[in-house]
């Protein structure tokens, strides 16, 4: 009997030619386009993998991409909103541009700043001033597949949209986050799907797919 944990990144929340801006847990914005969010649905039917409980992150990105997903699915499941995965708080650099963002961060030195972006994009390194413990975020991922997915949809399959902050952490299922984030780029793309899968007597969790573009 196989559990799978479907992890998928919100949808794109800014328009083409509009300059991105680093939108963390204060920074509640709305999706600017659909496909995305209903590829990961499309994704999931072509797979025939048929969902039993959805759930996102209380942000609006998040919940209008669960919301699009399952209903390019073609079936009726309510978006049930956990508070534990919505996106980190990135503090002085929340709504900021990534060049801000490396301004602050290398006190005015661009490269500098920018290295520490890239620590955190390949080792989780959290940067000063953001708000984020990343211990206590896998220990969410933990509860969230033991006492959720594990406890009320064991052998089915289950479907979490989060945002990238959050998601990069997910790999800690597999019992070796360090190994993980050697082998594998963990930032997700928008609308980015991550396929998690544990059969009875697995320890662990298996991870079938990462980053996949639907």
């Known amino acids: 009997m196989r559990t799978r944990i479907i992890v998928a990144r919100h949808g794109n929340t800014f328009k083409n030619g509009e300059t991105p801006r680093r939108a963390g ?3 509640d914005l709305p999706l600017v386009e659909s496909v995305k969010a209903e590829n990961i649905g499309k994704y999931l039917k072509s797979r025939d993998i048929v969902l039993s409980t959805v759930y996102a992150s209380p942000l609006r990105r998040t919940v209008e991409t669960a919301d699009l997903a399952v209903n390019a699915m073609h079936i009726s499941l309510k978006i049930l909103k956990l508070d534990e995965f919505t996106e980190i708080d990135y503090g002085p650099d929340e709504n900021k541009t990534e060049e801000e963002v490396y301004a602050r961060l290398g006190n005015g030195d ?3 700043g ?3 972006i890239d620590a955190w994009n ?15 975020i ?8 033991v006492n959720k997915v594990l406890r009320y949809d064991r052998g089915r399959n289950v479907l979490i949209v989060s945002s990238n902050g959050i998601i990069r952490f997910a790999p800690c299922l597999t019992g070796n986050f360090e190994k993980f984030i050697q082998e594998h780029d963990i ?3 928008t609308g ?3 396929i998690f899968e544990k059969d ?3 320890r662990f969790w298996t991870c079938a797919g990462w980053n996949i573009k639907p």
Not at 125 to 135: F, M, Q, R, Y
Not at 138 to 145: I, L
């Open 25 to 27: 847990a204060k920074t």
């Open 110 to 112: 661009r490269n500098k």
């Open 114 to 116: 920018k290295a520490i």
């Open 122 to 136: 390949r080792e989780a390194k959290v940067p000063d001033g953001w708000i984020a413990e990343p211990e206590k």
């Open 138 to 145: 896998m220990k969410n991922w933990y509860d969230f597949a």
């Open 187 to 189: 930032k997700i793309n």
């Open 192 to 194: 980015g799907i991550c």
């Open 200 to 202: 009875e007597n697995d």
